[in-house]
């Protein structure tokens, strides 16, 4: 087996075909009070006013938002925004795409849904995710689309020289987003992409280290988690309605500012991926697994019924990723 990534599938053990309760199933309310609400306040959404104007916004809505020590950071759809931990709206609605302003290639001239934003409490830095979901022109190292029989295999490199300066926030003026005419790109005949920006510091504003990496497959629905040996993202995709891609980024190495890498592989006929993410500041066992998780089953097939769910423990050694 490949070293630079070890798996091993575990599924749930004394499972007959049809579903059961388990003694681990809760089926009580608990008895400790209900955590206390510290603030409210309205979000991202359909009219947000922020600095940067009036939001309009699709379905399904993706929403998602990481909280710092001193702001909420929020992304909708194709849309994001920064607030003060009060509900001070200090940035948006802008499109998600603006983190990647100046970087060049589809991360920055696609503005895309589904992108996902986390605060790293270890690092105390700020990670957004984007996926593009259009086919981009092919390139001259154009990857050949990963099986899982390839197992771990290396992201091709989106932008030479990546991840050059890091770069602050741009803050455009404000408008009406309704006046906004959305461009629609032509599809290529290549891969799509998936884009990473990491803040240099704990600022949501940045500056911002931004990468790309090369996706064969349709990198739907990223969910990055947190752990101390990369960020780990799988993704869904909807080539042959089997495929799982579960990636995981060169952590280290991006919080530096440093050329890094993605090391990806395939896993077919399971539910969507789901890795452990890491919050708080106590650390795993060094070398620890992170564990993914997956219920049986496959929706995008339309069987929604099993009764397994799926765990592999992945660790990833970059000092040996061939």
Not at 67 to 76: C, I, L, R, S, Y
Request: aromatic share 10%; glycine share 10%.
């Amino acid at each position: 087996m490949n070293r630079a990534l070890v798996f091993l599938a575990i599924t749930a053990a004394g499972c007959s075909s049809a579903p059961s309760r388990r003694p681990v199933e809760q089926t009580w309310h608990g008895h400790r009070p209900a955590a206390r609400l510290v603030t409210s306040f309205d979000g991202l959404g359909e009219g947000f006013e922020g600095p940067q104007g009036t939001a309009t916004t699709r379905n399904p809505s993706d929403n998602s938002l990481a909280v710092g020590p001193n702001h909420v950071v929020q992304t909708v759809n194709s849309r994001m925004a920064i607030f003060t931990k009060e509900g001070e709206p200090l940035y948006g609605p802008v499109p998600t795409s603006n983190v990647f302003r100046g970087f060049g290639g589809p991360c920055d001239s696609l503005n895309n849904g589904d992108a996902v934003v986390r605060y790293d409490q270890l690092a105390a830095r700020w990670l957004i995710v984007m996926p593009i979901f259009r086919r981009l022109d092919r390139r001259p190292d154009e990857p050949p689309v990963p099986t899982e029989s390839d197992g771990p295999v290396l992201s091709t490199i989106g932008r030479p020289g990546q991840p050059g300066p890091a770069v602050r926030l741009f803050e455009p003026e404000a408008r009406d987003e309704a006046d906004v005419r959305r461009r629609r790109n032509p599809q290529g005949d290549g891969s799509f992409a998936m884009c990473y920006a990491v803040s240099t510091g704990d600022d949501p504003f940045g500056p911002y280290w931004r990468y790309e990496f090369v996706r064969p497959l349709f990198p739907d629905y990223p969910r990055p988690a947190v752990w101390p040996d990369g960020w780990y993202v799988p993704t869904s995709t909807g080539d042959d309605v089997i495929q799982k891609h579960a990636c995981v980024a060169e952590r280290d190495r991006m919080l530096a500012g440093e050329p890094a890498r993605e090391l990806c592989f395939v896993l077919e006929d399971v539910g969507f991926l789901n890795n452990a993410d890491l919050d708080g500041f106590e650390l795993p066992p060094a070398g620890a697994p992170n564990p993914m998780m997956a219920t049986g089953g496959r929706q995008l097939g339309g069987v929604f019924a099993d009764s397994v769910i799926h765990a592999w423990n992945v660790h990833v050694d970059w000092a040996d990723p061939e």
